[in-house]
């Protein structure tokens, strides 16, 4: 049974930081790309990161370039998404998805595992 568990999220005020984790387990991690989405309240899911299997390749949304940061660790089968210099636009819940095809997508439909999601909240 495949399962993804966010954590990390809460409320921060403007400026401050966040780092979300997701633990994986029931797949063999480390071959897959990881991406993580957000969804605000009234608006449809949205692509924030993505990081292939090995690292290699990161892809992020423009909006979140040089305020956030995807990483992975394979041996402990989780990634990471530290968020700095947050803003109250960050607002959402909070994704992590898993990707077992060869590339990364930016898309939900790339996405086989979901997690539960994870609220941050980010006050002005």
């Known amino acids: 049974q495949v399962q993804l568990v966010e954590s990390g999220g809460g409320l921060v005020q403007a400026g401050g930081s966040l780092r979300l984790s997701c633990a994986a387990s029931?797949?063999?991690?480390?071959?897959?790309?990881m991406g993580w989405f957000r969804q605000a309240p009234g608006k449809e899911r949205e692509f924030v990161a993505v990081?292939?299997?090995?690292?290699?390749?990161?892809y992020y949304k423009n909006s979140v370039k040089g305020r956030f940061t995807i990483s992975r660790d394979n041996a402990k089968n989780t990634v990471y998404l530290q968020m700095n210099s947050l803003k109250p636009e960050d607002t959402a819940v909070y994704y992590c998805a898993a990707d077992r095809s060869v590339g990364v997508s930016t898309v939900e439909l790339g996405y086989d595992y979901w997690g539960q999601g994870t609220q941050v909240t980010v006050s002005t």
């Open positions: 029931g797949v063999t991690f480390s071959n897959y790309a």
């Open positions: 990081i292939s299997w090995s690292g290699g390749r990161i």
